[in-house]
């Protein structure tokens, strides 16, 4: 009996488990559909598009007055505004263009085959037929390996080689299929100007823009990159705190440094992808700022490169000591705030679609650059010796310091500000002579001493750091490029004054949001 | 009369030219016919496959006997075969069982809603079917943008909701509509097992087999490169011999360091439309190895990456002189040497799917990288003052050079061996006393001296290639883990002794080519 009802239990149990695990799908799948829609809003508006169209295009079979008209073959139209209608304009209008090309092309073999077709007897005719069904066949999907040809008309060569198929063989059979062929052309034309209409005027959604606000967003994440990265480099935490930080990160891999450069650097595929559709719509035709973007896009991908190398930085098992990078931290970010800086300014000027003005901006992070230069200069030149195992100058500078002094004590000179420390600086410290060089002091930790390997991963750091600018300074030519290309706006010099001020957040608000200029 | 033969003349020329320009465009169009072809010949067999297919399916429409036992609808199998049929096996499966799911979902649904609508009268059932149009093609294009959906079934989708409308609105005005939705659905399996047959039986091309071998390639490419940028890095041309050809290289794009690692930074869409392709081939479906190569090839993405910053310290504006570089030739180059002799080794392990056994040569390249930290440790330690701009210990050094010895000597001492010469290294100088240490010599070259700013960019150099060899351990683990799932053969110890001659060439030639393992 106990064991009955504890069976009953469990049965209701698992009955209750079923119905709770059934809710909480139901839930699962109610916020998935909604983040969907919430994530972009067009997504829903494409739907609806989608559904209207296809219901606009029934009519033409359902309403009496109409399929009079055009009779069976308004079937093709529906079918066309299904394959045809995109998200996008450009992808319509290239999947639009390319079937009505690839249709019309078909139509006129297919008639030239079956004239020479119908000279014939029965059995030739079907044995001409299926020669060249063969022939079309192999010819137009060879051709489809050819680079231009698959890039711009692949949909367009399958649906040549579809209709063309479609009329040839079932010219065998029916007398009037040129009749036929000549009325699913003019049902596709009207599938095709619904799927435009909708396309073009309802809520257009433009590759272009899409492509335009992908590279601002590209430029957003970089610059936050390397924020973070150097703050996390210079950070006063512990070195075990921040190896499990960048462990916890690469396992859950939500690292806001990899989340800034990630989607820059498989862009693209995604890129060419948006400028192939881009291309086909009628505001980018004239410009050609679609290459433009896909060329920016190359070169924002190699910048981003060298972030990820910055980033391997912070990972890298042997530390530079914390003591060690401090003396550099000030002139590493500034330079690093001027590169945020004028990677959010570009990503402004293209957002506002205005001219950007590579003077004064690069000539800030220039500055800070040879601030950079300038600390790593200041520090005393290296001695590498041929033989490779002598400690010479450091035995050498001990000796020194201990006979004129004893043993523990550290002396300090007058800065030697210089633009060649290496050969001015000597001469100046020789100048001076004895009575200044060797006045002892008692300030034990005045001087800093690592092992060449310690200073690795600090100078690799650095290194990388002058190599963005230099990478950055490729980026500025070709968003300047893209300010002509596109026919940006003119640089207005109100921008500058808003944008010079150097705080932490110098984004300045877009005075005209995308949307307008989208709809423009 | 001058001037007219004049004219006649340039006409000629004219035409001439012409001639010579059509002649010049017929040239170029057959080599580039035949060089698509020689690049890949299984595109030639596609393309006949493909005719061959095409011819076969429309005997259904041409022969008398099978038309009559077919009828009209045979040309839905001709349809069928244009659109399913693609280049290889996985693709073609993905087309044709996503089509064939697609269509007997739509054909239900469509059963269904005519079912409903047959109960009411002519005008609400045009309602009725507009509506459901409306919402199907809704929800359907809302249900393409979950990112599961889109990536494994959106044929499908497109596919089901093209069979539904047709189904849905002809039945509108054809009363035998479910028979026609039959026969066609037969006439489309016919074409469906036409193409499986011809893709899964007669020269089949797998997508498993490509990523196999694209991933087999990125080893290759980024051994190459790795072997050319240390080879430049060390080259004993002058600096400007070097830039010239970084020059030449960036207006070509044909440098072979980039040449060798491109193919593996943009690899990330190729590599899953053909991993999505090969987890529908019946061979991967066990394993699900395909998922292994797509990680093996987002490890080898952050490896390349770490080659390009390498290659950024080719192109730096900043040298380091040939003479330190010098210094450090033998251990970088033996590294680097290793590296890519592991790169190959595994690249052959994958090539004859053999396990990979990860300890021996793991072992060689971490005895090189531990080569290397011992030359960098070999060096004196560095010294940094933390009120910036003292060149004291340099000034010391000097001062006490010239104190002894006048002004341009420069002093030799014996080397001294230790793990840590920063700390018993200079004990042991002190021990030896002023006796060895001061003994000048007239070697002005056993040191070398040079800024810290100099030295930035080979730091930066030889710390990418100790986070090349961190990054192959990761690249290491995945092929491991890659000979695991897939089910390699075991690891024979044959190979060993093959593959750990330290020529320049190690890779050995496959014993089991890849046709062999692509046809069993």
Redesign the interface.
């Known amino acids: 009996m106990e064991v009955m009802s504890a069976e009953n239990n469990s049965c209701c149990l698992n009955n209750g488990d079923v119905v709770e695990k059934m809710k909480r799908f139901g839930r699962l799948t109610c916020r998935?559909?909604w983040k969907?829609?919430k994530e972009?809003k067009r997504?829903?508006i494409?739907?609806?598009k989608?559904?209207?169209?296809?219901?606009l295009v029934?009519?033409l079979?359902?309403?009496e007055p109409l399929?009079k008209g055009i009779g069976?073959n308004a079937?093709w139209a529906?079918?066309t505004v299904?394959?045809v209608l995109e998200f996008t304009t450009g992808a319509t209008l290239y999947k639009g263009l390319n079937r009505g090309l690839g249709t019309l092309l078909a139509g006129l073999l297919a008639f030239l085959i079956e004239r020479i077709a119908n000279e014939s007897d029965h059995i030739f005719h079907?044995a001409f037929?299926?020669?060249a069904?063969?022939?079309v066949?192999?010819?137009t999907?060879?051709m489809r390996?050819?680079s231009h040809i698959k890039k711009n008309y692949d949909y367009g060569v399958?649906i040549f080689?579809?209709t063309f198929?479609?009329i040839t063989?079932?010219s065998?059979?029916v007398d009037s299929v040129l009749k036929i062929a000549h009325e699913r052309f003019y049902t596709i034309a009207i599938g095709c100007g619904i799927c435009l209409l909708m396309s073009l005027f309802i809520f257009p959604i433009w590759s272009g823009e899409d492509l335009h606000l992908s590279t601002v967003a590209k430029f957003d994440g970089l610059a936050k990159s390397i924020e973070v990265c150097i703050n996390e480099y210079f950070s006063d935490g512990n070195i075990n705190q921040q190896e499990e930080k960048v462990k916890k990160y690469s396992m859950e891999m939500e690292d806001p440094i990899y989340k800034g450069y990630k989607d820059v650097?498989?862009s693209?595929?995604?890129d060419e992808t948006l400028a192939l559709y881009a291309s086909w719509e009628p505001r980018y035709l004239r410009s050609c700022s679609w290459q433009q973007y896909v060329k920016l896009g190359t070169v924002l991908?190699?910048f981003g490169?060298?972030i990820?190398?910055l980033h391997?930085?912070l990972q890298?098992?042997?530390k530079t000591p914390q003591s060690?990078r401090v003396?550099f931290k000030d002139p590493c970010n500034r330079l690093a705030r001027e590169v945020t800086k004028t990677l959010k300014e570009l990503s402004d000027s293209i957002r506002n679609r205005r001219k950007y003005c590579s003077e004064i901006p690069s000539n800030h992070v220039h500055e800070a650059l040879q601030d950079l230069?300038d600390?790593?200069?200041?520090?005393?030149?290296?001695?590498?010796?041929?033989?490779?195992?002598?400690?010479?100058?450091?035995?050498?500078?001990?000796?020194?310091?201990r006979q004129k002094s004893g043993k523990d004590f550290?002396?300090?000179?007058p800065?030697?500000?210089n633009d060649d420390?290496?050969r001015l600086?000597?001469s100046h410290?020789?100048k001076e002579g004895?009575k200044k060089?060797?006045r002892p002091t008692l300030s034990k930790?005045?001087?800093?001493?690592?092992?060449?390997?310690e200073?690795?991963?600090f100078?690799?750091f650095?290194?990388?750091l002058?190599?963005i600018v230099?990478r950055l300074d490729l980026v500025i030519e070709q968003v300047v490029e893209l300010g002509r290309v596109a026919q940006f706006k003119e640089y207005s010099h109100d921008d500058v004054v808003i944008n010079v001020s150097c705080d932490n957040n110098p984004r300045v608000e877009s005075e005209f949001p995308s949307s307008h200029t989208a709809a423009d």
């Open positions: 998935k559909i969907v829609g972009d997504r829903v494409h739907s609806l989608v559904g209207i169209s296809l219901s029934s009519l079979y359902l309403m399929f069976e079937i529906v079918m299904v394959v079907a037929i299926g020669t069904v063969f022939l066949g192999a010819v999907t060879y390996f050819f399958v080689l579809l198929n479609l063989v079932s065998y059979r650097l498989d693209k595929s995604s991908r190699h490169y060298t990820v190398a391997g930085c890298t098992e042997i060690v003396l230069i600390a790593l200069k200041s520090q005393p030149r290296l001695f590498l010796s041929t033989n490779s195992n002598t400690n010479i100058l450091l035995a050498l500078a001990t000796l020194a310091t550290l002396v300090s000179l800065s030697v500000n420390p290496a600086g000597l410290v020789l004895d060089i060797l930790n005045g001087i800093t001493s690592l092992e060449f390997l200073a690795l991963p100078a690799a650095a290194s990388l002058v190599e230099a």
